[in-house]
């Protein structure tokens, strides 16, 4: 992430940004369903700075676009075998390391009727039905149809070294994302993320041009060994460019050792404004949101930089 441009507050003496970047969570999880190609759309159209979503490997080494390791019954629903008799069917609940991409295509992930009553969108997203699983290849497509060159592409690399039997190498896995990026012209204008820092340390290796997110939450650090007090420093020896906690994290303390780190603070996943505002405060660089629309609305009252909206694809011909 670039760092914003800055002032420092005359009362406070604390250095705020007058540019701040809104991430819009698995497109804009809140409004649309996630990681889909029509709330890819719809997320651009309604303006952000970056898309942030998931990728996990198929059983044919493919990259899809999925949250979970295993397909979620949650966002995901059976329509039918991809062939009669499939003995992995139903594809619900089944590793996605274990499924081909025919067979997660024929899931609905545009969020069933009646709702799953886990699903804690039910009453703001707008569902999609009969939207199928995308591949990366797929969104790269899209947002280069869109010529949407102002929106960074941030890709979260779902990787669980604790679960290795659903979990890719994580060296093949970021190469293969990296070579889709650059297929498409896209390493430039992307991010690659996970909480996997094997991830982020080879990515740097293969890709040093490309931003670099080390995640981190409380239930996860272990993955990446004794970090120390100093969670900060230890993801710039990692490789990471950026810092990006969950908000509960994220404390003077941390920005002050993120900063001394020479990294930005990119925090999720924050839907509630009051909260935003605090930590737009604290002086974080980006906000990861199901809800980009609210963003929007908290930065038009900060007079903050609103990330353009981009335009609608024409239909063919027009």
């Known amino acids: 992430m670039r760092r914003g441009i800055a002032w420092t507050c005359p009362v406070t003496g604390r250095v705020l940004r007058v540019r701040v970047e809104i991430h819009g969570h698995r497109?804009?999880?809140g409004l649309w369903p996630e990681n889909t190609l029509p709330g890819m759309s719809r997320t651009m159209e309604l303006g952000v700075?970056?898309?942030e979503f998931d990728v996990a490997l198929t059983a044919d080494r493919r990259l899809v676009l999925t949250h979970d390791l295993t397909v979620s019954?949650?966002?995901?629903?059976?329509?039918?075998?991809?062939?009669?008799?499939?003995?992995?069917?139903?594809?619900?609940?089944?590793?996605?390391?274990?499924?081909?991409?025919?067979?997660l295509r024929t899931l609905d992930v545009g969020v069933r009727l009646p709702r799953h009553p886990d699903d804690r969108f039910a009453l703001t997203q707008v569902p999609m039905p009969e939207t199928r699983m995308p591949t990366l290849g797929a969104v790269l497509g899209l947002v280069n149809a869109y010529e949407a060159e102002g929106v960074r592409l941030h890709i979260e690399l779902k990787s669980d070294p604790t679960r290795p039997e659903l979990t890719a190498d994580p060296e093949m896995f970021t190469d293969l994302v990296?070579?889709?990026?650059?297929?498409h012209?896209?390493?430039?204008?992307?991010?690659?993320l996970s909480f996997d820092w094997r991830v982020i340390s080879h990515a740097e290796r293969v890709a040093p041009g490309t931003r670099r997110f080390a995640l981190i939450e409380l239930d996860t650090l272990h993955w990446n060994g004794g970090v120390g007090d100093d969670v900060a420093a230890a993801a710039r020896d990692a490789g990471a460019t950026t810092l990006s906690p969950e908000h509960i994290m994220v404390d003077e303390t941390l920005m002050e050792r993120a900063a001394t780190?020479?990294?930005d603070v990119a925090v999720w996943t924050v839907n509630d404004t009051e909260l935003a505002g605090r930590l737009l405060d604290l002086g974080v660089a980006g906000v990861v949101t199901d809800y980009p629309d609210r963003m929007r609305g908290l930065w038009r009252e900060r007079g903050l930089r609103l990330p353009q909206p981009v335009a609608p694809l024409r239909p063919v011909g027009v």
């Open 73 to 103: 019954a949650v966002t995901s629903a059976d329509r039918g075998p991809v062939h009669a008799g499939d003995p992995l069917y139903p594809y619900v609940g089944k590793p996605i390391n274990a499924l081909t991409l025919a067979q």
């Open 185 to 192: 012209g896209r390493l430039g204008n992307a991010a690659i």
């Open 178 to 183: 990296v070579e889709e990026l650059d297929r």
């Open 27 to 29: 497109g804009a999880r």
């Open 261 to 263: 780190a020479g990294l």
């Open 49 to 51: 700075d970056a898309l």
